[in-house]
């Protein structure tokens, strides 16, 4: 497997504090990779975007800020690789009063890119062919309104249809199975689940509803409103197993599973108890049916059958700190994935769990909280990682340093090109630029697609050198 040595999205660029002169009287400032947590930003400088380690790179914003959203599954095809993409989710705002929060449905189409080589192809025909590459980049990497020949506009088309949400959206999630039905932890203590059909249905049959937000909020009644828990949450998860089977868990340690019944729900009144302090996650295992994980501020993760009872058949101390996210990999269903609020995350093997500890890997590198984690849908040892700190990295647990795979790249490239020392060799890529990152999720039908949601709104990214560990699915 080829690995970028430098694939962080950053550089630096020298501002220019004096009057504006011909682009002949200026020197030629040479750019070097920008490396997070290592580098600091001295006088003059600043952080500039390079969009050439992306196949495709798009940021937009709907108003309020979102704290979570989901992608929804749609019938568009799997394993899709063609630009443009389009696509569906539903998020939920954080708006400064309770009446002015909303569910949002989106459609999202027109999103353009390219793909890239990690190692060029051209790097082989010479200088020229390289500088043609360049050119050609240039030509490409921005969201300009139209392409240079003035042909189709290259930004997303955003539609939008908004419903009534009373209280700021803590979580939302849609049901796998039946992705028009979304769920969502409202600020309020309650619970609601939503059918969103009537709004999918007319995004999909129009270009034009919704589109630049134009559409007004909806009143809508929810399916069902769970007002059991006694406080507020951010805990919930469908199962990808039984289609409706829900889980919520508050911030007083309880959680109450929910059985789909005649079109409705039946919430179990007597929660699931294990925990001695807010439950910040829980996750459905992707391979047994009656099985999930929990993990809490009392910094363990407990795993639970629901057949056996109101406690956890096992729990573990996860973390020096509150364990905020969690993820199961639903390609390799003994390992778990856990953020904390002290920057690290982990990943656990459940089969070798040994004097209460199932950790095999454990990562530092982020220093503010992890706030989303996520396992790739298409490439086992990838994951996705967002944290307080403004960095969206992702990894590949199954890199390690290659003093020869290193030399092969840099006779490539014909480039003196290193690894950096104090960065961990499975760190795949960074990507900033948004502030107060909050959650992920990567795409399931477009390999190598995150979009990630943040204060200052949402980001649609596919990294060039992702696309490597997944299977050529092109035509």
């Known amino acids: 497997?080829?690995?970028?040595?430098?694939?962080?999205?950053?550089?630096?660029?020298?501002?220019?504090?004096?009057?504006?002169?011909?682009?002949?009287?200026?020197?030629?400032?040479?750019?070097?990779?920008?490396?997070?947590?290592?580098?600091?930003?001295?006088?003059?400088?600043?952080?500039?975007?390079?969009?050439?380690?992306?196949?495709?790179?798009?940021?937009?914003?709907?108003?309020?800020?979102?704290?979570?959203?989901?992608?929804?599954?749609?019938?568009?095809?799997?394993?899709?690789?063609?630009?443009?993409?389009?696509?569906?989710?539903?998020?939920g705002t954080q708006a400064e009063k309770a009446p002015l929060n909303s569910i949002g449905v989106f459609k999202i189409s027109n999103v353009s890119g390219k793909r890239r080589d990690v190692v060029p192809k051209t790097l082989v025909n010479g200088d020229d062919a390289m500088e043609d590459e360049d050119d050609e980049d240039e030509?490409?990497?921005?969201?300009?309104?139209?392409?240079?020949?003035?042909?189709?506009?290259?930004?997303?088309?955003?539609?939008?249809?908004?419903?009534a949400h009373h209280?700021?959206?803590?979580?939302?999630?849609?049901?796998?199975?039946?992705?028009?039905?979304?769920?969502?932890?409202?600020?309020?203590?309650?619970?609601?689940?939503?059918?969103?059909?009537?709004?999918?249905?007319?995004?999909?049959?129009?270009?034009?509803?919704?589109?630049?937000?134009?559409?007004?909020?909806?009143?809508?009644a929810p399916l069902v409103n769970f007002s059991g828990h006694k406080d507020e949450g951010y805990a919930i998860d469908w199962s990808p197993a039984t289609p409706g089977r829900l889980l919520s868990g508050d911030c007083i340690s309880m959680i109450h599973l929910w059985e789909p019944a005649s079109g409705s729900w039946t919430v179990d009144p007597i929660p699931l108890a294990g925990h001695t302090a807010s439950v910040e996650d829980l996750q459905w295992s992707?391979?047994?049916?009656?099985?999930?994980?929990?993990?809490?501020?009392?910094?363990?993760?407990?795993?639970?059958?629901?057949?056996?009872?109101?406690?956890?058949?096992l729990s573990f101390k996860a973390h020096d700190a509150d364990v905020n996210v969690i993820s199961w990999n639903r390609l390799a269903s003994c390992m778990l994935a856990s953020g904390s609020d002290d920057g690290?995350?982990?990943?656990?093997?459940?089969?070798?769990?040994?004097?209460?500890?199932?950790k095999v890997a454990h990562f530092e590198y982020h220093k503010h909280p992890i706030t989303s984690i996520e396992w790739s849908a298409h490439e086992s040892s990838t994951l996705a990682v967002s944290s307080g700190d403004n960095q969206l990295t992702i990894w590949d647990l199954s890199l390690e340093k290659d003093e020869e795979e290193e030399a092969e790249f840099k006779a490539q490239t014909k480039e003196q090109v290193n690894t950096p020392q104090d960065l961990p060799p499975q760190l795949l890529f960074v990507h900033q630029g948004q502030k107060d990152l909050k959650e992920l999720h990567w795409h399931n039908q477009i390999p190598g697609m995150i979009i990630s949601t943040a204060a200052d709104g949402f980001n649609i990214l596919m990294p060039y050198?992702?696309?490597?560990?997944?299977?050529?699915?092109?035509?």
């Open 465 to 475: 050198n992702i696309q490597n560990t997944l299977p050529d699915l092109a035509p």
């Open 167 to 220: 209280g700021c959206v803590n979580r939302i999630r849609a049901m796998p199975q039946s992705p028009h039905i979304c769920v969502s932890w409202a600020d309020s203590g309650h619970v609601q689940v939503w059918d969103m059909s009537s709004h999918l249905n007319a995004l999909a049959e129009s270009e034009t509803e919704g589109k630049d937000g134009t559409s007004p909020v909806l009143n809508q």
């Open 1 to 91: 497997m080829v690995r970028s040595i430098n694939p962080k999205k950053a550089k630096r660029k020298n501002k220019n504090k004096g009057e504006a002169s011909s682009s002949s009287s200026i020197p030629s400032i040479p750019t070097r990779v920008w490396q997070p947590g290592v580098d600091k930003l001295e006088d003059g400088e600043e952080l500039q975007c390079d969009p050439s380690v992306y196949n495709s790179l798009h940021g937009f914003h709907v108003g309020w800020p979102c704290l979570s959203f989901d992608i929804l599954g749609d019938k568009l095809g799997l394993n899709r690789t063609e630009f443009p993409h389009t696509l569906y989710m539903v998020a």
């Open 344 to 358: 690290a995350f982990s990943i656990h093997d459940l089969r070798v769990i040994k004097d209460g500890d199932a």
């Open 139 to 163: 030509d490409t990497d921005s969201d300009d309104e139209e392409s240079e020949d003035g042909g189709a506009s290259t930004v997303p088309v955003i539609q939008v249809r908004r419903v």
């Open 286 to 313: 992707p391979a047994e049916a009656n099985v999930f994980a929990s993990c809490s501020v009392d910094k363990t993760v407990a795993v639970w059958d629901v057949r056996t009872g109101k406690s956890p058949a």
